[in-house]
T-cell receptor, first 114, second 115 residues
Framework: AQSVTQLGSHVSVSEGALVLLRCNYS??????LFWYVQYPNQGLQLLLK??????LVKGINGFEAEFKKSETSFHLTKPSAHMSDAAEYFC????????????FGGGTRVLVKP | ETGVTQSPTHLIKTRGQQVTLRCSSQ?????VSWYQQALGQGPQFIFQ???????GRGNFPPRFSGLQFPNYSSELNVNALELDDSALYLC??????????????FGPGTRLTVT
């Protein structure tokens, strides 16, 4: 069975400050890992994915995430927050053998202060 | 290239009724997955269809059922609606052999309210 834990349901950052969203996973097999963003009243947009290639993954909108197997973590960062980053972020895990059904964490809502 | 579309956008139903939600997959995609996102929570996997056959199911009761059509569009049917079925229902499409492509593209969702 797979599971995802996102630490902190809400994160508040100042515009221009570092954004750090934490994600820990459990999986009995090497996982595929994803970060999705959801803006109000919209579906999910893929930010980035880890699929067993490079451990440091760069995504859209300046986000990146690092896969750390020893820590079972896949934290999302952005060096400088922008007002448009205000949204909800979801970490998810899947495995190819299961047809890549996604297991999501509970989400972290990001508030950006001017 | 047309993305994933879902209809209707919003829906209000009464407890005990039945509802059908629709999803058109992205062009070239043969796999559709459905997720339920309750308010304030992450999406939960309901089931997946690959080439018109069910290819895995999450922890949802049998009153949640689905179909995939030859053009790979899909329906989610929920019978005997309960108040807890109120949620955003998301459809995602992908391609590959039995859905092994890890790139899933989500639609905007259908907001279902059960009163």
């Amino acid at each position: 069975a797979q599971s995802v834990t996102q630490l902190g349901s809400h994160v508040s950052v100042s515009e221009g400050a570092l954004v750090l969203l934490r994600c820990n996973y459990s999986s009995s097999v090497p996982p595929y890992l994803f970060w999705y963003v959801q803006y109000p009243n919209q579906g999910l947009q893929l930010l980035l994915k880890y699929t067993s290639a490079a451990t440091l993954v760069k995504g859209i909108n300046g986000f990146e995430a690092e896969f750390k197997k020893s820590e079972t973590s896949f934290h999302l960062t952005k060096p400088s927050a922008h007002m448009s980053d205000a949204a909800e972020y979801f970490c998810a895990v899947s495995r190819a053998a299961a047809g890549n059904k996604l297991t999501f964490g509970g989400g972290t809502r990001v508030l950006v202060k001017p | 290239e047309t993305g994933v579309t879902q209809s209707p956008t919003h829906l209000i139903k009464t407890r005990g009724q039945q509802v059908t939600l629709r999803c058109s997959s992205q062009s070239g995609h043969n796999t559709v997955s459905w997720y339920q996102q309750a308010l304030g929570q992450g999406p939960q996997f309901i089931f997946q269809y690959y080439r018109e056959e069910e290819n895995g199911r999450g922890n949802f009761p049998p009153r949640f059922s689905g179909l995939q059509f030859p053009n790979y569009s899909s329906e989610l049917n929920v019978n005997a609606l309960e108040l807890d079925d109120s949620a955003l229902y998301l459809c995602a499409s992908s391609s590959g052999d039995r859905g092994t492509s890890y790139e899933q593209y989500f639609g905007p969702g259908t907001r279902l309210t059960v009163t």
